[in-house]
């Protein structure tokens, strides 16, 4: 079955520093993933929407310029948190389908939990 | 505010026994799906029902979908300890924004 790959799955780091998070599609071609963030036993929230070839689209109250988003290739969308700091903690997943449609099922990475010191 | 409304939140049952939470949405869909998500990973599609479907079956897996009522129902029956995990819906917004809505989820725990 189609796999989404997302890397590293865990993140300490101080404050400041900037992180990035791969999210890789293995097995077949992603022109669209979607970047959620996930608090402690809350629902995910949909941060962004990363198009290969071209800018992603972010979700109201989501800073373009702290979490940007590059989608350089039809396997490989890449988020970096920029001088992270404490409250940018949290779980953040993508997600892509294989049908390209974004209605359709979604294939998850594992997750990435960040921990800003 | 959310889509999807899991509920209940929390749901404790015994190895065997059915467990059965519902989803209630606010808008028009296309479809609505169901999600598992294991403890610190990401989640896993279970089934997908479209909005002209009523009831939908996978393995131990029921949906139910009411578009009247706006809400649909998982039903895993005959329970194991593997299916401890979260359930969430997602649903769309018919003639909406391009994404998936997740619910807040029902977290079900299946004591052996």
């Known amino acids: 079955g189609a796999v989404v790959s997302q890397h590293p799955s865990r993140v300490i780091c101080k404050s400041g520093t900037s992180v990035k998070i791969e999210c890789r599609s293995l097995?077949?071609?992603?022109?669209?993933m979607f970047w959620y963030r996930q608090f402690p036993k809350q629902s995910l929230m949909l941060m962004a929407t990363s198009n290969e070839g071209s800018k992603a689209t972010y979700e109201q109250g989501v800073e373009k310029d702290k979490f940007l988003i590059n989608h350089a290739s039809l396997t490989l969308s890449t988020l970096t948190v920029t001088s992270a700091h404490p409250e940018d903690s949290s779980f953040y997943i993508c997600?892509?389908?294989?049908?390209?449609?974004?209605?359709?099922?979604?294939?998850f990475g594992d997750g990435t939990r960040l921990s800003i010191l | 505010s959310q889509q999807g409304e899991e509920d209940p939140q929390a749901l404790s049952i015994q190895e065997g026994e059915n467990a059965t939470m519902n989803c209630s949405y606010k808008?028009?869909?296309?479809?609505l799906q169901w999600y598992r998500q294991n403890s610190g990973r990401g989640l896993v599609h279970l089934i997908l029902?479209?909005?002209?479907?009523r009831e939908k079956h996978s393995g131990r897996l029921r949906v139910t979908l009411d578009t009247s009522k706006k809400s649909s129902s998982l039903l895993i029956t005959a329970s194991r300890a593997a299916d401890t995990a979260s359930y969430f819906c997602?649903?769309?917004?018919?003639?909406?924004?391009?994404?998936?809505?997740f619910g807040k989820g029902t977290k079900v725990t299946v004591n052996p």
């Open positions: 997602a649903t769309d917004t018919k003639g909406g924004s391009e994404k998936l809505v």
């Open positions: 029902i479209r909005s002209n479907e």
């Open positions: 808008t028009s869909i296309n479809n």
């Open positions: 097995d077949f071609q992603a022109t669209t």
């Open positions: 997600s892509a389908s294989e049908q390209g449609a974004w209605y359709q099922p979604q294939h």
